[in-house]
């Protein structure tokens, strides 16, 4: 059991942590041994795994840090600090509980094990890396500037999007609208008059009353439909299938192959430099991606690598990266800067992935612009076709 304690060293200074014991006189013992005199002991530490933080509170805490332990402060002195600065009391909570894991003993990677919820299994390796090295505060550096990274894709994703969400729901409120409320009034003045109507109204007439009398059973089945569809994906090959096809899709699937091509060369940039041997990078760095069928991919790539295979050789086998990036990192295998070709390729991953995000959803903000605009032109003309018969009439 774990029993957080209060002791006392010989200059009377009080030390606070947790300690692995059986009972509390075999926690009095293992301090006597550490020449600490036991003051108090609490129950066995209870910790909030699954307590979260924010991506910005964790790469502000992680760049905190570095700085504090980059001037040759001891780990807990650094930890005590960033938890007394933190402005969220969450992220003070979760600091100062590392802390007391930390002085009881256990090394940080150990301790950022206990909080598997805050700190992957990427961050853990990272930091048992630069504890081995002798350079933690090198690693917290590129640790802190990936999350930061990974936090400005995710916030110019969001950005980008917002315009054509925005667009896209305005629009289909406004076609909502004049389907239920404007168009059914209108119709039914030019069916009192007996008014010969257009194809294009009669059209228009049938979406209005399909939409009046099916709209709530077609929801229905909608929303069926789609939990159906997402208890499906609860099963592993349902999902490696849909994630699959996701990445022939024409447009949309280079974009997502480019975001998981990025996200798992900058992981394995990072990890490689850090002093991980290459296998254990290439599995970790496969658990990073978002797709699945990218994942076994990287996965299988990965055990190529063990049987003998250059690393190259099982990349270009994934189909994932580009040939220019594979080229790369053949050239660094050949030269012996690995290291420092992939890091070149990670720019290079960046500057293709921002093109092609670039290009994709302006070529998706013009197809939506161009959708909606046909489809309220089709709207206006089929009620004005038969306004203009009937002044023609009446001429």
């Known amino acids: 059991m774990r029993y957080r304690f209060v002791a ?9 942590g947790i300690l692995e014991a059986d009972s509390e006189l075999h926690l009095r013992a293992l301090l ?4 600490l005199i036991l003051i108090t002991a609490g129950r066995p ?3 909030r795994s699954r307590m979260r933080i924010s991506d910005t509170e964790l790469s502000l805490m992680t760049r905190q840090l570095a700085i504090m332990v980059a001037s040759s402060m001891p780990l807990d002195e650094a930890l005590y600090a960033v938890a007394q600065q933190s402005e969220k009391p969450a992220v003070a909570r979760v600091v100062q509980q590392l802390r007391e894991i930390v002085v009881s003993g256990l090394s940080f990677e150990q301790a950022l094990a206990r909080f598997p919820h805050i700190f992957g299994r990427f961050y853990c390796v990272m930091v048992a890396a630069g504890e081995a090295s002798g350079h933690l505060n090198v690693v917290l550096l590129r640790l802190a500037q990936y999350i930061e990274k990974r936090q400005s894709m995710k916030n110019k994703l969001m950005q980008a999007l917002l315009y054509p969400v925005v667009l896209a729901l305005v629009t289909i409120g406004v076609v909502t609208i004049l389907l239920t409320s404007v168009v059914p009034q209108v119709m039914s003045q ?6 010969e109507l257009p194809w294009t109204t009669r059209l228009l007439l049938i979406i209005c009353n399909a939409i ?5 059973p077609a929801l229905a089945v909608l929303i069926g439909g789609l939990m159906t569809f997402s208890w499906s994906l609860r099963k592993p090959e349902n999902l490696l299938r849909i994630h699959g096809m996701m990445l022939r899709i024409p447009i949309t699937g280079r974009l997502v192959r480019e975001l998981n091509a990025a996200r798992y060369a900058k992981t394995l940039c990072i990890l490689t430099t850090s002093s991980v041997p290459l296998l254990e990078s290439m599995r970790i760095a496969a658990k990073v991606l978002t797709n699945s069928y990218a994942r076994q991919q ?11 295979k250059s690393l190259h050789q099982a990349l270009y086998a994934t189909r994932l990266f580009s040939p220019m990036i594979n080229h790369m990192i053949a050239s660094g295998e050949r030269s012996g800067e690995l290291n420092q070709m992939l890091e070149h390729a990670v720019n290079l991953q960046d500057e293709i992935l921002n ?13 939506l612009i161009i959708v909606m605009a046909s489809v309220v032109l089709f709207i206006i003309m089929s009620i004005l076709q038969p ?9």
């Open 8 to 16: 006392s060293d010989t200059h009377g200074q009080e030390i606070r």
């Open 32 to 35: 006597r041994e550490k020449k």
């Open 45 to 47: 530490a209870k910790h």
């Open 190 to 195: 030019f069916i009192q008059m007996k008014v």
């Open 212 to 216: 009046r009398d099916f709209s709530v």
């Open 298 to 308: 990287m996965t299988a790539a990965c055990e190529q690598v063990y049987e003998g």
């Open 355 to 367: 093109l092609r995000l670039t290009l994709s959803l302006s070529i998706f903000e013009q197809v």
């Open 387 to 395: 306004i203009l018969q009937l002044n023609s009439m009446v001429g």
